[in-house]
């Protein structure tokens, strides 16, 4: 099934059973066409009667017994594809709520971490989002002795569906641009605010230079995670980083962007590999490996922060988040204009060049559309950037007081 591979016109080299997203899509439209709807109040009778009314009776028993087979898997299949409802904080069969959180105009509940310095004294104000698979207690936030340092205030929020904030089902890339900016006035952050997302969070920092530019005082994208169909992306170009996943990652990726409604399944199945983020097993370099050996102390908190994610349920926190993020998008970000146009704030993006996760010649690309970027590329570093203590320093500093940071490896 992997052995043959060819290019489809979206430029990516695929198995010929993802090569078009009619193949992807044929089971859904079994389920909603007229002639094959099933009838629970019927049975199954009713839908076997209503594909062999519609059979040439030449075709004899094989063709009959493929349809009873073909029944009994979808039968069987349907309820599998239904991911389970999601298990909402504070209600009464849900988690119990821990922490602070605030009611949204729509009467979702977002939940938040404050760090650093007060924010009726911080000289920088900025609303991080956080990774995939990560939470407000993202460990990318820099310390408190830095925060310190620099007059900065920080606050984490869990993104929709993650930790205790509350699922959105019909999430987007602009919604969570607009949490983000209702956050940030719910607690008083003033007319304008920077706004920070490392890897899949990047994603919100797109949405914000989108679709709020006019409240940002800065931005910073921390080797975010892009979405291989931006129709800015040369087809050369996007097919040598998707090459370069895992493929059980490219096949993840595909379902993600063709056929949503399969990803639960996809990825909670025990046939073949998921998600590699998912199953805990990421494609990792060198550079992130070391950086892993020396996170003892996150790595021993990690089991927890991870059960802590999917608290309400693995659907609206990893799930929803590979639907948005891999999905079809309303803008393509090397579409955009430049947000300070008279110099008043800036607009940064650190990549490193051994991310294996994110290849980096897809930065490159973006930063060269988008001139108006601080680029800058980090040699021998990999996706785990922000756990690199001394990167993080020089992140945090360098973004919020624009002067270069050299780096000081302990």
Not at 129 to 148: G, I, R
Not at 194 to 216: A, E, F
Not at 297 to 321: C, I, M, N, T, W
């Amino acid at each position: 099934m992997f052995a043959t591979t060819f290019p489809t016109s979206f430029g990516f080299y695929v198995s010929p059973f993802i090569q078009t997203p009619t193949l992807l899509t044929s089971a859904k439209s079994l389920y909603s066409s007229n002639k094959f709807k099933f009838n629970p109040k019927k049975g199954l009778n009713h839908l076997q009667d209503s594909i062999f009314c519609h059979s040439n009776s030449s075709q004899g028993m094989l063709g009959k017994v493929l349809v009873v087979l073909l029944i009994a898997g979808l039968a069987w299949a349907f309820p599998a594809l239904q991911p389970p409802p999601p298990r909402i904080c504070g209600s009464p069969d849900g988690p119990t709520v821990t922490g602070p959180r605030i009611k949204l105009r729509d009467g979702r509940h977002l939940a938040y971490k404050e760090h650093g310095v007060s924010k009726e004294t911080a000289k920088y104000k900025v609303v991080y989002a956080h990774s995939f698979s990560a939470t407000k207690y993202d460990s990318a936030v820099a310390p408190l002795e830095t925060l310190e340092e620099l007059g900065a205030y920080v606050v984490s929020f869990d993104r929709p569906g993650y930790g205790e904030s509350d699922p959105h089902p019909k999430r987007t890339i602009q919604t969570t641009a607009l949490d983000m900016e209702e956050l940030a006035d719910q607690l008083g952050l003033g007319p304008k605010f920077y706004v920070m997302g490392y890897s899949m969070g990047g994603h919100s920092v797109w949405g914000c230079l989108k679709y709020i530019p006019n409240r940002l005082a800065g931005a910073a994208l921390v080797a975010p995670v892009v979405n291989y169909w931006w129709p800015n992306f040369p087809a050369n170009i996007s097919t040598e980083g998707y090459n370069l996943q895992l493929p059980q990652d490219q096949w993840a990726l595909r379902v993600a962007h063709y056929a949503p409604w399969l990803v639960y399944w996809w990825n909670t199945q025990k046939w073949f590999p998921c998600n590699s983020v998912i199953s805990g097993k990421p494609k990792m370099s060198p550079q992130d490996l070391e950086v892993v050996s020396k996170s003892a102390k996150h790595l021993s908190k990690r089991p927890k922060l991870k059960e802590y994610a999917v608290k309400q349920g693995v659907f609206e926190s990893l799930h929803r988040d590979m639907m948005v993020g891999f999905g079809k998008w309303d803008f393509d970000p090397m579409d955009l204009k430049n947000p300070f146009p008279n110099g008043e704030g800036s607009v940064h993006l650190w990549h490193g060049d051994e991310d294996w996760v994110v290849p980096v010649m897809l930065q490159r690309y973006v930063a060269e559309r988008l001139p108006w970027i601080q680029y800058h590329e980090m040699p021998n570093v990999g996706h785990l950037v922000m756990h690199d203590p001394a990167m993080n320093e020089v992140i945090w500093k360098t973004f919020l007081t624009g002067e270069e940071e050299q780096i000081v490896h302990s």
